[in-house]
């Protein structure tokens, strides 16, 4: 089993800044990329930003130069670095990790953090 656990979020300004962090613990032997999606209020989720085992990045177009992320790989944890917070930012928050197994892969959800961003 693995488990993802979720830090982070919460109510900030516009123009403020969060970092939400993500842990995955248990059985977790090759990565294949982790990532962070997000959920806002009658909308589907989307993706926010991935990265993949060998250190590389993307991320969608409306946080490009906003965001960043990163992971410490001797603890299985992401981290999402949020600047210049927007009220269209507000969203469920989760993180995703990808494992591979063999020749397939499984894919594990966190339980979601909440960002609100508002005057």
């Given at each position: ?15 403020g800044s969060l970092r ?100």
């Amino acid at each position: 089993q693995v488990q993802l656990v979720e830090s982070g979020g919460g109510l900030v300004q516009p123009g403020g800044s969060l970092r939400l962090s993500c842990a995955a613990s248990g059985s977790i032997f090759s990565i294949n990329n982790m990532g962070w999606y997000r959920q806002a209020p009658g909308k589907q989720r989307e993706l926010v930003a991935t990265i993949i085992s060998g250190g590389s990045t993307g991320y969608a177009d409306s946080v490009k130069g906003r965001f960043i992320i990163s992971r410490d790989n001797a603890k299985n944890t992401v981290f999402l670095q949020m600047n210049s917070l927007k009220p269209e930012d507000t969203a469920v928050y989760y993180c995703k990790i990808r494992l591979n197994y063999g020749l397939g892969y499984g894919d594990y959800w966190g339980q979601g953090t909440q960002v609100t961003v508002s005057s």
